[in-house]
Nanobody
Framework: QVQLVESGGGLVQAGGSLRLSCAASRLTFSTYSTSGMAWFRQAPGKEREFVAAISRSTDNTLYLDSVKGRFTISRDNAKNSIYLQMNNLKPEDTAVYYC????????????????WGQGTQVTVSS
């Protein structure tokens, strides 16, 4: 069974930084020429929102407009892991952040990701 495990969430003041990690197990990305992983988030009372995505084999990255220049997604294929470096955090970034994986090209649409982690809470105080 595929497993995605997130870590790195926490409480931080506005303007601070956090680094999220996500490790995938029992998922052999190397078998697929296209694949990738992404971060989504969901704030209380709101719908799930795409944050960032990275292709496993190309330099293709996607970002939500409101996080461009503040968040950076990266990958370590040897560890089947991705990371989300979040700088200059704002209270509106408060949400549960979810890691997701796909065996097709990355997308902003959650429906393209069949594999999901349990989420990690990020809280930004003002």
């Amino acid at each position: 069974q595929v497993q995605l495990v997130e870590s790195g969430g926490g409480l931080v003041q506005a303007g601070g930084s956090l680094r999220l990690s996500c490790a995938a197990s029992r998922l052999t990305f190397s078998t697929y020429s296209t694949s990738g992983m992404a971060w989504f988030r969901q704030a209380p009372g709101k719908e799930r929102e795409f944050v960032a995505a990275i292709s496993r084999s190309t330099d293709n990255t996607l970002y939500l407009d409101s996080v461009k220049g503040r968040f950076t997604i990266s990958r370590d294929n040897a560890k089947n892991s991705i990371y989300l470096q979040m700088n200059n955090l704002k209270p509106e970034d408060t949400a549960v952040y979810y890691c997701a994986a796909t065996l097709v090209e990355v997308s902003r649409y959650g429906s393209r990701y069949p594999y999901w982690g349990q989420g990690t809470q990020v809280t930004v105080s003002s």
